[in-house]
């Protein structure tokens, strides 16, 4: 079920699963990004989603402000979500694939679910929907 759709974001629920998967198309206005991810938090936040992917591979590097925003206004509510895993998949762009893995390694340990980096789409929803191996 499509949940939003713009030019440059896509957001679906998947009920099978219970996945939101959040795909980036490009480039955006500060506003716009920030609009969109305050979106992705509130949704996950009303529909109680465990699993969601984050498919960053087509947003290119975000400007600095917006990068300083991220590490610290959304990552204070991330960290609140209801999730039990959250894959990112990782930019093409170098700049945003660099902004990534900064938001990775400053925010490590702070997660209270499991989150991974991955290539491609497919091994990431097989990632969050497969249960854990005792």
């Known amino acids: ?8 974001h896509h957001l679906e629920h998947y009920p099978a699963h219970n996945v939101v998967v ?9 506003q716009e990004y920030r609009d969109t991810l305050l979106q992705f ?3 996950i936040e009303t529909m109680h989603i465990p699993y969601a992917i984050a498919d960053r591979r087509l947003l ?3 400007p600095a402000e917006d990068a300083h925003w991220t590490l610290n206004e ?3 509510r991330f960290i609140r979500l209801p999730l039990k895993r959250f894959a990112l998949l990782n930019a ?12 990775l390694e400053k925010e490590k340990g702070m997660f209270p679910f499991e989150i991974k980096l991955f290539e ?5 929803y097989d990632w969050l929907i497969t249960e854990k191996k005792a």
Do not use: K, N
């Open 41 to 43: 938090l509130h949704l």
């Open 120 to 124: 491609d789409l497919t091994s990431a």
């Open 60 to 62: 290119p590097g975000i």
């Open 92 to 103: 093409f762009d170098p700049l945003a694939e660099e902004q990534t893995r900064r938001f």
């Open 1 to 8: 079920m499509v949940l939003s759709s713009t030019p440059f």
């Open 74 to 76: 959304f990552t204070e």
């Open 22 to 30: 959040s795909q980036w198309y490009g480039p955006c206005s500060s």
